[in-house]
């Protein structure tokens, strides 16, 4: 695991003045899981190759420090403990070995009872990331996949048959691995960028989901609505967020942008509907590449919505 150095503002002393960078634990190792307060433990994933071999555009390994960056200077308001376990790297094309690693790392966390925060990376890394949260649900006496929801905001429903897993295969992986638990949700995405292949996937599975234009006719109020009602079905939620889900007008820096996309506000009302339900065991916040954003603005927007899922996930846990 590599390290990230957490810097910023500096306004004074005391939880008065808290922001990321001066209260995260950025010493937290796998050792730390079991007898650390539980939490959120942020773990990043350095991750180009299933861009690489899905045909995107590369530079998404570089999302989960960049996210960091624009996370270090927000405010705290809580006290709800925030640690940074690192981020997995890995040799060269070996994505399948970087993942087994994250999904060690991921069920540790889950079974010492905190919230795993995933910094991608391509999509490649929900694949891994789920695979850890079952690993530890499994250890779990009163959890069953049965009532695990997996939400993703996404223009993608990921659902691709490849020859070798990319970012477009992941969820498709997931239903082999959950089999008949296998609930799955996805909200925002593009017909334009969806082939009646992949529709036809969704149905076979039993994937609910809400098109962009769908969104586009709903209030803010109406889509937390949806999210509140969605979430009822399940004990436990995976959430997860790819940033091409936004307008590429406020989100250019992702690995293939959004012509129409969904609101801003829209987005972040559902995903704090769902982290206001206290379910959260895993959220994984992917496709941010840095090298196409403007003004660190895709990694700024994604680290507000990391910063209030954070601090909701957490008044829930109080």
Known sequence: MSKFTWSGRVDGP???HARWHSVIDADFTLGD???????????????????????????????????????GGLAIHDDFPRYDAGTVRYEGQDLESGQEELSQWVAAVVRAGHLPVILGGGHETSF???????????????????????????????????EEPTSGTPFRQISEIDGKDFNYVVWGISAANNTRVLFAAAERLGVSYLLDEDLARLTVQEVTEIAIKESENFKNIHLSIDLDVLPASVAPGVS??????????????????????????????????????VDARTAKLAARM?????????????
């Open 33 to 71: 899981a079991a007898e650390a307060q539980p939490g959120a433990v942020l773990l990043g994933f350095a991750s180009d190759e299933g861009v690489r071999r899905n045909g995107g555009r590369q530079g998404a390994a570089a999302g989960p420090d960049e996210l960091r960056r624009a996370l």
């Open 128 to 162: 891994a990331s789920h695979r850890g949260l079952v690993r530890g649900l499994k250890n779990e006496n009163s959890a069953s996949l049965e009532s695990l929801g997996i939400f993703n905001l996404d223009a993608h429903f990921d659902l691709r048959e490849a």
């Open 14 to 16: 005391g939880p008065e």
């Open 306 to 318: 990391i910063h209030d899922i954070i601090a909701e996930h957490g008044a829930a846990h109080k």
């Open 256 to 293: 293939a942008p959004a012509a129409l996309g969904v609101e801003a506000l829209k987005i972040h009302a559902m995903v704090l509907a769902l982290a206001q339900t206290g379910k959260l065991r895993l959220v994984d916040v992917v496709e941010l590449n840095p090298k196409y954003d």
